[in-house]
Structures are given as C-alpha cells and as structure tokens.
C-alpha cells in the first residue's frame, strides 16, 4: 500500500532555507499514472497548493508561489523534495506531500485530485 | 483564477441530523470538483469526485451533486466520526488546484 512520508527540519530561522523531504513506499515513484505534489495548510487556514512534480522531473508550479518555492525529486531514493529560500513567519505552516492523479487513459478517475496523503510535518519559521 | 466560496463557515448539528454544506464557484467548473474530509490532527482524505461520486471506501450516508458553479455535499445522518472539517476543491485550472476555505462541521 502506497505511503508518503514527510519530513523536515521542523523550525527554521526567518531568511533560512527551508527544505522538505517525502518518502514514497508501497508503490513505484516513477510511474506513468501520478504526478508527486506538495501543499500547505497555515494555522487557521485552508488548503493551499505549491506545486508538482512528474519523475521525468517535469515540474508544475502554483503560479501564485512560482518563483518561491522549488521541487525536485530523486527516482533512485523513492523521494520527491521541497526547497523554499529565504522562509518568513508567513511559511509556518503543514506541508503535506501528495499524489495526483494524471489525466492518462487507464488511469485513475481521481486526475487532479489529491488521492493519497502524507500525515504532514509542521514547519514553524521563528527566530 | 476560479474562486470556491464554502458556506458556512460552520455547522452546528447534533450525531443523527442531516449536513448540508455548501461549495460556489466564481465561474462553471462543470462537474471538475471533489470534496475533502479533514479530521484534528490529520490529513485530509478524499471523499467525493467528479462532483457527485464516492471515492473508494466512503460510506453511503455522504452524497454530493452539483454541476456549473453550485455544489452540495451532504451527509444523511452524521456519525461521531463525521464531526470535521471538509473542503472542495476544482481541477479546471491545472496546474493550479484550488481549495475552498472550508466548513466546519462541529457538535451542537
């Protein structure tokens, strides 16, 4: 059974780099059908989607973020990953790492939506 | 960008009754919606997709319709378990996968 695991550094300085790791088990990172992504949830707040990545390394951004936040991944360690230079208090946040479905025939009915989850990590920016 | 509009904000129901909660785009998404389960401390789980179908698992009492710009999930008879948050969510703009800000379904 497929399982993504987050982790992270849990606190980061304010202007640090903040960087997040997530586990992929239980099922290939490089299949054809999913694309690997990353969310945030703020304290208080809704969902928020920053991107995703496909293993060819095709990336896909929210073009609110772009520019912000940068996503990679590493097929031979079954892991996908999160960078974010120059963190604020405004990044304390869950970072959830996910898959999504790609819209590709014989394929999930689930095609952009969030099918499986990470338990989440928390990431509080503080000096 | 297509906006989602959840109402309300938060639900007040005793186990047993029936939840009607509420997702409005800015513009028609057609059926491209899904809704979210999201208990304390957890992540969120998917629970309807295409706008009016169950995801794997997802018990018989949750039912969803809607199509355009108006969604409805509800829940026939609320469960103990039940009490949470729940979102939706449209695919219409990828890579851009955008949430509503959620309702709260808490115990009266």
């Known amino acids: 059974q497929l399982q993504l695991q987050e982790s992270g550094p849990g606190l980061v300085k304010p202007s640090e780099t903040l960087s997040l790791t997530c586990v992929v088990s239980?099922?290939?990172?490089?299949?054809?059908?999913?694309?690997w992504g990353w969310l945030r949830q703020r304290p208080g707040k809704g969902l928020e989607w920053i991107a995703a990545?496909?293993?060819?390394?095709?990336?896909y951004y929210n073009p609110s973020l772009k520019g912000l936040f940068s996503i990679s991944i590493d097929t031979s360690k079954s892991q996908f990953y999160l960078k974010l230079k120059s963190a604020t208090a405004a990044d304390t946040a869950v970072y959830y790492c996910?898959?999504?479905?790609?819209?590709?025939?014989?394929?999930?009915?689930?095609?952009?939506?969030?099918?499986?989850w990470g338990k989440g990590t928390t990431v509080t920016v503080s000096s | 960008e297509i906006v989602l509009t959840q109402t309300p904000a938060t639900l007040s129901l005793s186990p047993g009754e029936r939840a009607t909660l509420s997702c409005r785009a800015s513009?028609?998404?057609?059926?491209?919606l899904a809704w979210y389960q999201q208990k304390p401390g957890q992540a969120p789980r998917l629970l309807i997709y295409?706008?009016?179908n169950r995801a794997t698992g997802i018990p018989a009492r949750f039912s969803a319709s809607g199509s355009g710009t108006d969604f409805t999930l509800t829940i026939s008879s609320l469960e103990p378990e039940d009490f949470a948050l729940y979102y939706c969510?449209?695919?219409?703009?990828?890579?851009?996968?955008?949430f509503g800000g959620g309702t709260k379904v808490e115990v009266k």
């Open positions: 996910a898959r999504v479905p790609r819209p590709l025939s014989g394929s999930s009915n689930y095609y952009y939506y969030v099918d499986v």
């Open positions: 239980g099922a290939s990172i490089r299949s054809d059908y999913y694309y």
């Open positions: 990545i496909f293993y060819s390394t095709s990336t």
């Open positions: 513009q028609s998404v057609t059926t491209n």
């Open positions: 295409d706008a009016s």
């Open positions: 969510q449209h695919r219409s703009n990828w890579p851009l996968l955008t």
